[in-house]
């Protein structure tokens, strides 16, 4: 059973002007049933039509040209001369070609004529709404750069982030949110793309649930039964209906997490999906209407996925109408020391524990390290050091430990692909003396001048490096 949703499609609303009643209400059955537009409004009277856009809020008009009061042509002259930002459909019971030429020169979006077939005009609709939310997202966009602030910040609190590229990646989702089409999130595993989605969903204001799914693992089948769910007896064991998650996401947001792994056979099934907007539950036939957003998110190189042909290049464009890239951790540092404060409070929080002041040393060096593992690696270490944790300060033996651990996974990994040899390429060789100096002057440059830390690096006490360090200034 369908259910009635209150969250009207698109954002903007269209109006459909023309003075035959019974076209009026066909045209609105024919776009709410078979595309599930339902922010419209209707006028049979052509000369109120400059009133109603000066209210606000339409984005689109449908437009006959023959009216009895006041012509389409001259409405269309008018909307362009007082209203650019609304695209009109001009759908008139003309067939005549000089009448379309001039009405596209006029700034009309596109022309239909009333006995074209009710599919192509309802493509041609959505077709104008996709442009009209790509503009907006520009729009937005801008204005959001050009102001530096966040419409809607208390969606983004579960992010904690200072850096400027984290304050652009919040400006586009707010930009993109009221936009139907699919959001692609990129970015290595554990930056927080989960977090994101979230986001994403919250600033769009939709009325559903979030349903997220991880795809990864799910053959074709399960895949089908996930998300388009199953009519009871559609297979051995379908003992009863199950709705699938794209019911379930009904007026809100789908996820679908890891969309990299999607097999080829899914991936057929997901772009059908996006293409025609609607899809058959196993063992029915008859379609039902998807009505949620798409978000999907991966840690794989999608572009490099599609030249090895294990990616659908239509499947790639269609789902980066809107694509939100997550920077690691090591490109955002200043992020670090707000997320150790955050992790320790919820870390405290969970052992029952005091919040612990936290080394002042400690922020320096995370900063010197990779995080491989990104904020779920920083975050797992801040639990594991909070779960030890008993004096005041806390103790900065289990991070040490933990990074040196990764690094010695590095070097194996180094060694076992043969990058046993960091100077194969430098010719000539430096001597020991020059790779010495090499070697301080990068510790120092991680360490970010601090000596403790380099010295440390380098496997030498503070005072060597110093001395070594005042016999290269002399
Ligand atoms: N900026 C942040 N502020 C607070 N917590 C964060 C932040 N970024 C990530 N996290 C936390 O780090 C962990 C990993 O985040 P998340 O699951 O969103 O990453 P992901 O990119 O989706 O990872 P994967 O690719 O493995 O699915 C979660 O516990 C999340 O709450």
Redesign the pocket.
Known sequence: MIKIDNTPYPSFGILLVDDELAWLRSLRLTLERSAGISNIRTCADSRQVMDILDEGGIGLILLDLTMPGLGGEELLTLIGEQHQDIQVIVISGLNQLETAVRCIKQGAFDYFVKTDAQEHITKGVLHAIRTREMQSVNDGMRQRILSGELENPEAFE????VSPT?LAVFQYVEAVAASSQPVLVT??????????AKAVHQVSGRKGPLVSVNVAGLDDTSFSDTLFGHKRGAFTGAATARAGMIEQAYGGTLFL??IGDLSLQSQVKLLRLLQEGEYFPLGSDRPKLMQARVVV?T?QDLPEKVQRGEFRKDLFYRLCAHHVH?PPLRERKA?IPV?LD??LEEAAAEFGKRKPAIPKELPVHLSTYAFPG???EL?GMVFDAVSTHKAKVLSMQSFLKAMRREHELVDESALAGGGARPFAGLEPLPTIAESTVLLIEEAMERAKGNQTLAARMLGISQPALSKRLKQLKS
């Open positions: 579960d992010i904690a982030s984290m970015g290595e595993s554990g930056v927080g793309k989960e977090l994101v997490d890891e998110a840690h997550v992020d997320l955050r992790f990104n904020v779920r975050r």
